[in-house]
């Protein structure tokens, strides 16, 4: 009898929560007997994507749905895979084999936008049926302080990288949709990339309102399917622009009927600014870009 025959299940449950990575879990199964019963009940769970999927099929990757669809905003040209049609399903056909997950991680290999050099916009998306809020933080190095002609074109390149960033969201929000309908316990899912430049997140409740809203509407989803990505609803962004920093902070709301505005609005729109960057390492630059004059701007459902 070895030492891990003497501990509890839920002692080793809790060492496959702290491992989490979905590879080293599953060659974990091969170990024993007992842990290819305790693997499939881990909670926490952390699926890194090594590459996008793509097939000269109908079956598309949704980034390369997305390639196709916007310009070239999005990934280049993903690579061949070698995983049969239908690939799209990947993430749900891996963690099917997990049945309580209740934290879920995925790591995309890169981020979504193509940028001009020396550009860096960061964002931070909340889903719930669709898109709730988005928080895009913008900024270009080595500026010379004439930031409104140098940076991406003014105002209309802006709302540009803006858009960009909300499809690149909604494509995430799509690619998860599998997962969140068949996991049901999920208490929440957040999407990230290795480079760190977006992240979408949904809570329990979120994830409810989306299966709630996809089995009373079908026509939905079928135009979600068309589309490759989540339609984003009609939105109203306020945008801060810094001239001394060379960066601009946009927070994007879904318009919903009892939406705040005013002064109401503006609290709230630094609050989720500061949830989203506030404590990390752009955390100074959003906190003075708060104090700067905002400009209020809506943008239809596409």
């Known amino acids: 009898m070895d030492g891990f025959d003497q501990l509890p299940d839920s002692l080793i449950l809790l060492i496959f ?29 952390l699926l890194k994507i090594d590459r996008v999927i793509s097939s000269e099929s109908d079956s598309d990757s949704l980034f390369l749905t997305l390639l196709k669809s916007f310009f070239n905003f999005i990934l280049p040209k993903p690579t061949q895979s070698p995983l049969p049609n239908g690939t799209h399903t990947y993430p749900a056909q891996i963690l099917s084999r997990f049945q309580r997950i209740r934290e879920l991680h995925v790591e995309l290999p890169a981020g979504d936008l193509q940028l001009e050099k020396g550009t860096v916009v ?7 049926e669709t898109l709730k809020t988005c928080v895009i933080f913008g900024f ?20 540009m990288w803006t858009i960009s960033a909300l499809m690149a969201a909604s494509v995430r929000h799509f690619l998860l949709r ?8 999920m208490e929440e899912l ?11 997140v949904m809570e329990e409740q979120g994830m409810r309102e989306w299966r709630e809203a ?20 009609s939105v109203r962004m306020r945008m801060r622009h810094e001239p001394r920093l060379g960066a601009t902070l946009v927070v994007v ?26 404590n990390g390492v ?17 943008m239809n459902s596409f």
């Open 214 to 233: 996809r089995e009373s509407h079908v026509r939905v989803e079928e135009e979600e399917e068309e589309r490759g990505r989540t339609v984003v609803p």
């Open 140 to 159: 270009r190095l080595g500026h010379d302080g004439n930031y409104e002609t140098e940076f991406a074109g003014g105002l209309k390149r802006r709302v």
């Open 178 to 185: 599998e997962v969140v309908r068949e996991h049901k316990g």
């Open 282 to 298: 752009y955390g100074d630059a959003v906190k003075e870009l708060l104090k700067a004059r905002s400009y209020l701007l809506e």
């Open 253 to 278: 709301r879904a318009v919903k009927d009892g939406t705040h505005n005013g002064r109401e609005a503006d609290v709230e729109d630094a609050d989720l600014a500061v949830r989203a960057f506030g």
């Open 122 to 128: 960061k964002w931070r998306a909340e889903f719930g």
């Open 17 to 45: 929560n702290s491992v989490s990575d979905v590879k080293s879990l599953i060659r974990c199964r091969s170990v024993s007997k007992r842990f290819n019963s305790l693997v499939p009940q881990t909670d926490s769970i």
């Open 190 to 200: 957040v999407i990230t990339d290795r480079e760190g430049e977006g992240e979408v």
